[in-house]
T-cell receptor, first 112, second 113 residues
């Protein structure tokens, strides 16, 4: 059962544009929502994470928007750059030693 | 210095063989994980160990057996390899719970012929 649904599967954005990736979850017990970035041939790396007590978190050009009532969260990449081209995974966890459940990934391509 | 390392990086083998993948982390973390990433890039937890004790065991076939000789190492042994085992296997570690940042290794691409 897919507990974290991610869309779109792929995304092409012009350099300087805004990239938006959306995720929806089902389990209201989730309380930690990270985003991981994966470059080809590499392991995923944590990009930014949010907990449900805030509705938005910003780190540089990357922002997570969180809507607890809708059980949705999204990643916004402002001023997208070719170096941002990678696969992005949203994820969710109940916390503690519970597993992190990953979304299906979004392949982002930023074209010059 | 590599934080989470895996060996080998590539593994090509025949169906029915037994193989092992080794993982080491030098971050001082107490929790380690094995993930499987299939051809569609779907990332799924297989196992998690905390201080050498198994704490997460997803519905993985018994042919897969993890072993953690100490906090810094988590190895994965796979018996009787099948075509469907072909994937990239990632080791990861975190300090404490999974809800903390996980650091992933570079992955081991396993191809079963």
């Amino acid at each position: 059962q897919q507990q974290v649904k991610q869309s779109p599967q792929s995304l092409i954005v012009q350099k300087g544009g805004i990239s938006i990736i959306n995720c929806a979850y089902e389990n209201t017990a989730f309380d930690y929502f990270p985003w991981y970035q994966q470059f080809p041939g590499k392991g995923p790396a944590l990009l930014i994470a949010i907990r449900p007590d805030v509705s938005e978190k910003k780190e540089g050009r990357f922002t997570i928007s969180f809507n607890k009532s809708a059980k949705q969260f999204s990643l916004h990449i402002m001023d997208s750059q070719p170096g941002d081209s990678a696969t992005y995974f949203c994820a969710a966890s109940k916390g503690g030693y519970q597993k992190v459940t990953f979304g299906t990934g979004t392949k982002l391509q930023v074209i010059p | 210095d590599t934080a989470v390392s895996q060996t080998p990086k590539y593994l090509v083998t025949q169906m029915g063989n037994d193989k092992s993948i080794k993982c080491e982390q030098n971050l001082g973390h107490d929790t380690m994980y094995w993930y499987k990433q299939d051809s569609k890039k779907f990332l799924k937890i297989m196992f998690s160990y905390n201080n050498k004790e198994l704490i997460i065991n997803e519905t993985v076939p018994n042919r897969f057996s993890p072993k953690s000789p100490d906090k810094a190492h988590l190895n994965l042994h796979i018996n009787s390899l099948e075509l469907g085992d072909s994937a990239v296997y990632f080791c990861a570690s975190s300090q404490g719970p999974a809800a903390n940042e996980q650091f992933f290794g570079p992955g081991t691409r396993l191809t079963v012929l």
